[in-house]
């Protein structure tokens, strides 16, 4: 599957901070906010090192402003798994009126979630249909992103004598005399963010596995290929590699994602496995450059994803403005020229061009994105589609299996671990 270039797939973006959450559900008398009643809606959002509260702060404004009578309420998930957050609020029947991510075949299954019109699409950069599921499209992207980059730094390459490399074996080459060098060669993290662990195995699983075979994920759902099979387990076995030549940082499994955004800016590491928005994380000892996972046999692969998706709550008092609202974020130019400073997030709108303060990264990173010479596919494993979509459940599953992975693990290990749970969850 080939992706047009101002287009991506989709992906759990990350961050968070704690907030009282309260009043999720909209309680305002039915009115339309145009006319100039109150209507209060309720947005569940996140934020990040990058992404602050004053930023949601301010896009919320713009969107009263030009809505009188409406008020935006923001809310904020308390840890960074914004899906099991979302999850704890379906179940106590607080879901908020618009979300800013949600586990979307799950909520669609449970009737949470309401379907945008195709109107609602207009003017936004995405394919006909998609992310539909059973031909409705619940999900409004609002963005893309590298998905996962290698995320490094110049100065500890040339120090080492190195060039970024286009194949594995220079990666595992580059990679040694960085450790010789005395330059820890990759920053993973997990601690309180297992979803922070993947990334390295993703790359590897992407470049070279969709890289070759871009509907693979659809064929495994279908039953028709394994991840027992010799071109999945070799990416796998390319992760080992890594593992046992000692390449990772010893407190991978410790530290979360906040801690590896600091850790980073230091100088100390070589290389930072990560999805797009870590572009925007910038350091004062050196300036960040990205390059794609290098593939086996050398063939220039791009993984991509969006941002992630907004949603509207099926129960939301107001759902023909909780969808005004949604797009009018998604279509807010500022917000998206404030998400390529802050996110390194690329606009999938037009009129929005690289504002002043765009990290080095995330220019370097567009310009990879907009390279006719890189095939793109989905960045494994967060697609969205009816062909594609993992079972509900699998995805935290594969987290566990990374994990154990990760701690030592064998590749016999982990194949079968996530192919039995794919099994028993592909219901």
Same mark, same amino acid.
């Given at each position: ?42 947005f ?13 702060e301010?896009?919320?404004?713009t969107i009263?402003?030009?809505n009188p ?13 914004r ?5 704890q609020? =379906? ?16 909520f ?8 945008f019109?195709?109107?609602d699409?207009e ?8 992310g ?5 499209q619940?999900? =409004? ?9 290698v995320?490094? !730094? ?23 005399k960085?450790? &010789? ?6 920053l ?11 990334f390295?195995? !993703? ?6 596995v969709?890289?070759n ?8 759902k ?12 070799q990416?796998v ?8 030549a000692?390449?990772?940082?010893? &407190?991978?499994l410790?530290?979360?994602?906040t801690q ?9 590491y070589a ?14 000892a050196?300036t960040p ?12 692969? =791009?993984?991509?994803?969006s ?17 005004k ?20 997030q690329?606009?999938i709108?037009?009129g929005?061009?690289?504002?002043e303060?765009t990290?080095?990264?995330? =220019? ?24 594609d ?13 990374v ?17 039995d749970?794919? !099994?028993?969850?592909?219901?």
């Amino acid at each position: 599957m080939r992706f047009l270039r101002a287009t991506a797939l989709a992906v759990v973006a990350v961050g968070a901070s704690a907030f009282a959450l309260t009043g999720c559900t909209s309680n305002s008398a039915p009115a339309d906010a145009g006319a100039g009643e109150p209507v209060t809606l309720s947005f569940l959002t996140y934020t990040s090192p990058n992404v602050t509260k004053e930023f949601w702060e301010e896009a919320a404004s713009t969107i009263e402003a030009d809505n009188p009578g409406l008020t935006i309420e923001l809310l904020y998930t308390p840890t960074l798994d914004r899906q099991g957050y979302a999850r704890q609020l =379906l179940a106590s029947g607080q879901l908020p009126d618009i979300m800013w991510d949600a586990p979307l075949q799950e909520f669609v299954d449970a009737g949470a979630l309401l379907p945008f019109e195709p109107s609602d699409y207009e003017g936004i950069n995405v394919p006909e249909g998609y992310g539909a599921i059973d031909g409705k499209q619940y999900s =409004l992207f609002n963005g893309s992103f590298i998905y996962p980059g290698v995320y490094y !730094n110049p100065d500890a390459f040339a120090a080492a004598g190195v060039e970024v490399p286009t194949t594995f074996d220079q990666l595992v080459t580059a990679a040694q005399k960085l450790k &010789d060098k005395g330059t820890t060669p990759f920053l993973l993290s997990s601690g309180s963010d297992t979803w922070s662990t993947q990334f390295i195995l !993703n790359s590897l699983i992407s470049a070279n596995v969709l890289g070759n075979d871009p509907d693979w994920m659809a064929k495994r759902k279908a039953g028709d290929v394994s991840f027992s099979d010799p071109e999945f387990r070799q990416s796998v076995d390319a992760f080992v590699e890594l593992r046992d030549a000692g390449y990772f940082n010893t &407190d991978a499994l410790s530290i979360n994602y906040t801690q590896a955004n600091a850790a980073w800016a230091t100088g100390d590491y070589a290389m930072w496995p990560m999805g797009g928005w870590a572009a925007a994380v910038t350091s004062d000892a050196f300036t960040p450059g990205v390059f794609a996972m290098p593939t086996f046999d050398g063939a220039k692969v =791009l993984p991509v994803t969006s941002g992630a998706a907004l949603y509207v709550s099926a129960a939301t008092a107001h759902p023909d403005l909780a969808r005004k609202v949604a797009v009018e974020l998604v279509k807010n130019t500022k917000l998206q020229s404030d998400l390529m400073v802050n996110d390194a997030q690329f606009p999938i709108i037009s009129g929005v061009e690289a504002p002043e303060g765009t990290a080095q990264a995330t =220019l370097d990173g567009l310009a990879l994105y907009e390279n006719p010479d890189y095939t793109q596919v989905s960045g494994f494993p967060n697609v969205v589609s009816n062909d594609d979509l993992p079972p509900v459940g699998w995805p935290a599953e594969y987290e566990k299996a990374v994990q154990a992975l990760l701690a030592g693990g064998s590749t016999d290990q982990f194949v079968t671990a996530i192919d039995d749970a794919w !099994n028993s969850l592909n219901k």
